[in-house]
């Protein structure tokens, strides 16, 4: 196929395509006597994909690198590179969202007091402004695509941080008590060992972990759940999606400020009457509060009163359970009925 027949077929411009073969993203076959370029249907099919992915918003740089990816490793690599502009994306979109609630907190004001003295301004520019650089100073500490061959050798000797490591799960389980097709997600759901256990209960899960090997490895054990490359911080999903969400041994990994804005993001995925249980390591007490969980995995202890007060605060009622010295078990029921989303 000629570069015409391609424009044509295709329904952009030659020029286009001559842009994308400069960039190093084409490669096609030259006629040694006229150098006119012909495309085969692998050419069709990388051009396709180059559009699509210029469509999402991705960069020609890093549109390079996942073809690089896909020409090494195959065309598995496509889903995460799409997976991981759908995160670019949803945070950029959540990030909009804070700027209209912050504006449309601003209107109120204003209508209310008829003025909007400068430290309302400030503060409500400052809440926003460090609200968005939690989600964009987000990153992957501790290499959990190094550990996911190793994770359920280590999760499952129910030693160290990950003591009773079962029973957390079971009593997750057994709180949530899921009704056969409810719709649960899993944050940092890791090989989907929770997971696997809520759709023997006849749950519909899906799971989100910023590692895309442990995902790798949660879609070979349970192929029919949904996981999405993401994070605590920015969920990749619309809101009131699940009448659950759930987490285990993951929550912990936060700063103080993270895990609020956190919670929010469970809220905000959450369906009116969605339930959140999350079994982590947290300090009960004032005296240890400012000590970390974990040497080298926490950032800061969760705070087991602030965690609840938190719940309280947003129209939850809740239970809770210590599991063994380090150990808690959080359970949060919305009383009211309000969307979130």
């Known amino acids: ?56 918003g991705m960069k020609l740089s890093n549109i390079k690198q996942a073809l690089q990816e896909i020409d090494a490793k195959g065309h598995g690599e496509l889903r995460y590179y799409l997976e991981l502009q759908r995160s670019v994306m949803m945070k950029q979109w959540l990030e909009i969202k804070q700027v209209i609630e912050t504006t449309d907190h601003m209107i109120s004001l204003l209508q209310d007091n008829h003025t909007l003295p400068l430290e309302d301004i400030y503060k409500l520019a400052a809440d926003s402004k460090q609200i968005r650089e939690q989600r964009e100073n987000w990153k992957d500490k501790w290499d959990f695509d190094e550990l996911a061959e190793t994770h359920d050798r280590r999760v499952t000797g129910n030693s160290g941080m990950y003591m009773d490591y079962e029973h957390a799960l079971d009593e997750i389980v057994n709180w949530i008590s899921p009704a056969q097709g409810e719709e649960g997600l899993d944050i940092g759901t890791g090989t989907g060992n929770l997971a696997g256990m809520l759709i023997s209960k006849g749950a519909h899960m899906s799971g989100v972990d910023q590692s895309k090997e442990m995902l790798r490895l949660c879609q070979s054990k349970y192929p029919a759940m949904e996981t999405r490359l993401g994070n605590f911080l920015a969920l990749p999903y619309i809101g009131g999606q699940f009448h659950f969400v759930v987490s285990s041994f993951a929550f912990h990994h936060l700063t103080g400020e993270q895990q609020t804005l956190a919670l929010e993001e469970m809220r905000r995925v959450s369906r009116p009457h969605g339930r959140i249980c999350i079994a982590d390591l947290m300090v009960a007490g004032s005296a240890a509060a400012d000590q970390p969980i974990d040497r080298g995995h926490s950032e800061e202890s969760i705070k087991l009163p602030s965690l609840l007060q938190w719940f309280e605060d947003n129209g939850y009622v809740t239970k809770h359970k210590q599991l063994n010295d380090r150990l808690h078990l959080v359970y949060a029921i919305p009383i009211r009925g309000d969307s979130f989303y």
């Open 1 to 56: 196929m000629k570069i015409k027949e391609l424009a044509d077929k295709l329904n952009i411009s030659a020029r286009a395509i001559r842009f994308y073969e400069e960039k190093g993203l084409l490669s096609p076959h030259k006629e040694e006597h006229n150098l006119y370029r012909t495309f085969e249907e692998k050419d069709i099919w990388r051009l396709q994909t180059i559009i699509s992915l210029r469509e999402s």
